[in-house]
């Protein structure tokens, strides 16, 4: 079972419609410009489903100064900014806060191992509780909808949750339950939820109509996901499945490697950061496993943990610690920047540019990697990559503070 995924309940495998090995492309291909499309929200960590870190909004011309701004609260420790329409969301380390366009606090709580996934269509967002159910909450004022029960409870973390149209997709790794533990976690679970029009919610608050419509299991601490249309993409040791809703396993790609971070390009292509025979490299791959390119990497990636960023023109920016490095299309290395200061992290502007949060200070930078300074918080430290929001103003959060920055008016 360890290199094969198992129907959760059955222990039958699931065997892939496709298998392919991982090969390099007889000529490199010319990959098209991708669209930007429409949606102006930042709906996760990272952005969106394939964790490119690629907002749909360009960055407005001009000065820059705070609009408004809010303390946050002691030991929030933020992470990660998500926005949509008029609201935003700042996931802390544990703590999660609720804010209006304004910086205006509405509402507040506590994660347990997931992450915060803003659903703009139906205007709420999820994340993990603390007896390991998906809460979801409105996005208009926090306060709680609903939640749904997943297989094996809190000795699970919830790595990735996804929503499209009536299913939630949820990906868990086991964790450790305590020192004294006879069992030592070695699963990952994916489980898919059908919500049926027709909510039913018991007096506790549950979703009694959600229904588990397929699970799968597979004997690993290690499965990287992300999904591009309706296909998640998950990377383990040696091999990476293309699965679909129903988590029927349509490709899966073979080879020798330890992925580290995976990202994904609008057209599915695959970038990942992986160990080969102990060497750090970034890796460019077609859904049909044709490699695109594998570029070695400095020894200072091996613990990187921020995915791929990618521009709609294919170029490609990895961000560790105080280090930014910058790839061509064709996996060349073109420039590279070391900061004084800890990279908080890094957004793909709509037109191609690359927004940093580096030290206490917001700077963009030029394909060429040349970079000026938009704005700095003096005698404070950006804590989470910066985002632009859909009227055109900038959202950063400093140790202390969430602020919004807008255009100096003329």
């Known amino acids: ?9 059955s222990d039958k495998a699931e065997t892939p419609v496709e298998t392919q090995l991982i090969k390099p492309v007889s000529a490199a291909p010319k990959l098209q410009n991708e669209t930007v499309g429409d949606n102006l929200n930042s709906s996760r960590p990272f952005v969106n489903e394939r964790l490119n870190s690629r907002l749909a909004q360009s960055l407005p011309v001009g000065d820059w100064v705070i609009r408004s701004s809010a303390s946050l609260e002691v030991g929030t420790r933020p992470k990660h900014i998500l926005h949509a329409f008029d609201r935003i ?28 996934v803003l659903d ?37 973390k919830r790595s990735f949750i996804a929503r499209q149209n009536d299913r939630l997709m949820v990906v868990s790794t086991e964790r450790e339950m305590g020192r004294h533990s006879a069992e030592k976690p070695e699963d990952s679970t994916i489980e ?21 419509i397929a699970r799968l299991k597979r004997k690993t601490l290690l499965l990287l996901s992300a999904l591009y249309d309706e296909t998640l993409v998950v990377a383990t040791d040696n091999q990476i499945c293309l699965l679909d809703f129903d988590l029927q396993i349509k490709t899966a ?22 160990i080969d025979n102990g060497v750090p490299k970034l890796r460019a791959i077609k859904p049909n496993g044709e490699r695109i390119f594998s570029a070695e990497l400095p020894k200072e990636m091996l ?19 105080n280090y930014l490095l910058a790839f061509a299309a064709n996996g060349r290395g073109i420039w590279e920047y070391k900061s004084d200061s800890p990279i908080a992290g890094a957004v793909i502007t709509a037109e191609n540019q690359l927004l940093i949060s580096d030290g206490s200070e917001l700077v963009v930078f030029e394909a060429n990697g040349r970079h000026r300074i938009l704005y700095e918080f003096k005698n404070e430290s950006l804590q989470t990559p910066p985002t632009i929001t859909s009227n055109g103003e900038l959202v950063v959060a400093t140790d202390k503070k969430l602020y919004c920055l807008a255009r100096r008016a003329n």
């Not at 079972?1 to 129907?7: K, L, N, S, Y």
């Not at 806060?97 to 191992?113: H, M, N, T, V």
């Not at 898919?192 to 588990?212: C, H, M, P, T, Y």
């Not at 790609?253 to 992986?274: E, H, N, Q, R, W």
Request: hydrophobic share 40%; net charge negative; aromatic share 14%.
């Open 303 to 321: 613990n990187i943990f921020y995915p791929p960023i990618i521009t709609y023109n294919h170029r490609v920016f990895l961000v560790k610690d």
């Open 89 to 116: 969301i700042i996931q802390g380390d544990g703590p999660w806060q609720l804010f209006d366009k304004e910086c205006k606090l509405l509402a507040q709580g506590y994660i347990y191992g997931s992450d915060v």
């Open 192 to 212: 898919v939820l059908r919500f049926n029009e027709s909510q039913e919610i018991d007096r506790d608050g549950i979703l009694r109509s959600a229904r588990g």
């Open 1 to 9: 079972m360890a290199d094969e995924f198992i129907r959760m309940f």
């Open 253 to 274: 790609l073979s080879g020798k490697f330890t992925p580290l971070v995976i990202s994904l390009s609008d057209a599915g292509i695959i970038y990942l950061v992986l």
């Open 120 to 156: 703009g269509e139906n205007k709420c967002f999820y994340l993990s509780d603390e007896i390991g159910m998906i809460k979801t909450y409105d996005l208009d004022n926090g306060n709680r909808l609903f939640s749904v029960s997943l297989v094996f409870g809190n000795s699970y």
